[in-house]
């Protein structure tokens, strides 16, 4: 006997080549965040959302092709099978897409507003993450249209772009979106046993932070391994400024 399914899932929907996915469901942010993953076979990093408000669990991490460190103190302890050798684990790159944005003094929150529509797309043509928002702050009742579009560059694999669009639909005054990066971030260990705790443990030492103009970067060294990984991030268009 032969069954069939009228419900086909939402990544089987429209052009086979856009995961698009419409509405904000908390509970699946990180199932989202996975199929949202972008990567060009160097950098790969999860489609978590820019803001880092704590409307839904998240796990914003990136990682580098072959950059393993290290595993600390507090991570050996929780491997089952201890080898006499050092056991590595691959580096979390710093949260390089996550923005603050601030409309009129508010900061946008999914879950401090109204929100009136939420569309998230990955062209895989293209490779382009797309996410638009239209959100209401409860206060005030002011009402913006948000659109976050990032790519990971297959011509040059070790750039990264992200563009921010902030469209005032009933009210006009100041927007200021901010960035704020650690390039010494934790790397959440993961060990297999979800009953285990998975600790953030620290992969690496920082070298030297700068910044000027509208530049700033950094450089770190990979404990155990030696390597060092030099970041670099850039802000270009009117009343950009950056520090370190």
Not at 43 to 52: A, L, V
Not at 65 to 87: C, N, Q, Y
Not at 101 to 122: I, K, M, N, P, Q
Request: hydrophobic share 35%; with cysteine.
């Amino acid at each position: 006997m032969n069954k069939t399914c009228n419900d086909t899932p939402w990544y089987a929907l429209g052009d086979p080549w856009v995961l698009a996915h419409s509405g904000w469901v908390p509970e699946k942010s990180l199932y989202l965040e996975t199929i949202f993953t972008q990567s060009n076979g160097y950098m790969g990093i999860r489609g978590y959302r820019e803001e880092t408000d704590k409307s839904g669990p998240s796990c914003r991490e990136g990682y580098l092709g072959g950059m393993f460190a290290k595993l600390p103190p507090t991570a050996r302890e929780l491997v089952i099978h201890d080898f006499p050798w050092d056991s590595r684990q691959m580096l979390a790159l710093p949260e390089i897409f996550s923005a603050w944005v601030v409309l009129e003094g508010d900061g946008f929150c999914l879950t401090a507003g109204d929100l009136e529509a939420y569309e998230s797309s990955l062209d895989l043509r293209t490779g382009i993450l797309r996410r638009e928002v239209v959100w209401s702050n409860r206060a005030g009742g002011r009402k913006t249209r948000l659109r976050f579009t990032r790519f990971l560059s297959a011509d040059c694999p070790h750039l990264a772009v992200q563009k921010i669009d902030v469209e005032p639909l009933n009210w006009s005054g100041e927007a200021e979106v901010f960035w704020d990066y650690d390039i010494g971030q934790r790397t959440i260990f993961r060990c297999g046993d979800p009953a285990k705790a998975n600790p953030a443990c620290p992969h690496c030492t920082i070298l030297a932070v700068g910044g000027s103009g509208q530049a700033v970067d950094g450089l770190v060294e990979v404990d155990g391994a030696g390597h060092r990984i030099a970041y670099a991030s850039r802000l270009e268009g009117p009343g950009a400024s950056s520090s370190a």
